[in-house]
């Protein structure tokens, strides 16, 4: 089959990817690792606004129930397929999709935090995502907080310091200017891909042709040249990297954000100077309607739907990772913790779902976690405590969580350089 240019520029642009944003991986490189004191951090996006008080669940607050008489879970809806509580103590309990979740709780491997948000909450999602990977409450301007935490400590850290994995476009939160941080949409994408066998030998051979030409030194062609040589020979490095991680942990392969995760475990497997991974996951978070059952139950089912469907994707998929981990011998080297841009609003609204709102919860998992217990306070859903909008007012700053990250947890992390101010730090770690 022939072969047509715009074919060509489609099926290497796998390749081309992996180094556009690092061209100097230097993947077949001699690496610096691991040190003793190795740590990982995974940071999991929850893109839309996870729904806070659905996920840990306030089930003996009466005002709870009242704002949600629809979709509020009560202590009888509490138990996961097999008959089995969520709940965690006497106020709070785990939505029942989050049965893997509960047990790493009860083995003291995950923490929650409760309220987290921050002042004048932003309702938008893509500018209070901004602020969450920035870390700056204004509109979400300058550098991904995890890329000025690169710039202070990972330059000249190799192969791999770091990666962005489950978009095709790099995340803000990892914008640096020092270190080149990958994004990896997939991995198994990286070499090039073809519709026939037959296409692969002529369609590598232009390419290396293409970019083995001589142009002016320190040219715009020149650089496009080395960027695209290097994609190609890294995209081979990396492949070969792949196939020496084994593992008999099973992720989930209907789920984007299990394999999103196994790409992580491989990756922090092989390259053994890896510190640090934001996975972006775009599920089905913006829960507007019809947040609960599904159309055969004519949405009355409060332990089944949409919502219920990604909490179990996350809560598989965090389960597996930390398995693997265990597994790979990484689990007391690796925090994982996850966010979202915003919660939602503490009533239902007339479609059986819930609008944007502020405060919310998040997990953190990890064999050096103080698992088992909650940190922060809860938000209050009096109705005298709610903002003019009807949203509870956050009780943690998720930039104190940041700050227990940087200083407790990442090599070299020092939080008022990063954050460009003090925040208190949290208990769980």
Known sequence: MKTTRRDFMKLSAGAFS?????????????????????RILVVVQLAGGNDGFNTVIPYSDARYHSLRPTIGLRE?????????????????????????????????????????????????????????????????????????????????????PAAALGLNYPPKVISSQRVNIPMIARLGESAFRTTAAADRDVIVRTFRELNGRSFPAGSFAARVAEIGAAAERNSGLLEQAIATYHSSVTYNSASVLAQALKSVAVLATVFPASVLFHVSYFGSFDTHAHQIGTVQDQFQNKVSGVHAVELRYLSEAMKAFYDDMVEQGLADRTVLMTYSEFGRRPNENASNGTDHGTASSLFVLGGAVKGGDLYGLPPSLAATDLDADGNVRFTTDFRSVYATLLDRWLPGGDSRRVLGDNFAPLGFL
């Open 18 to 38: 992996i180094t556009m944003l690092a061209p100097r991986l230097a993947l077949g490189g001699a690496a610096d690792g691991p040190a003793a004191d190795r």
């Open 76 to 160: 009888d809806d509490l138990r996961d397929e097999a008959g089995n509580s969520t709940i965690i103590n006497d106020q709070y309990a785990f939505h029942p999709a989050l049965k893997e979740l509960k047990e790493l709780y009860v083995t003291g491997r995950l923490a929650v935090v409760l309220g987290v948000g921050y002042p004048n909450p932003n309702l938008s999602h893509g500018i209070s995502t901004d602020i969450w990977q920035t870390a700056n409450t204004g509109q979400g301007s300058g550098l991904g907080w995890l890329g000025r935490y690169a710039d202070s400590a990972l330059v000249g850290v190799s192969p791999l």
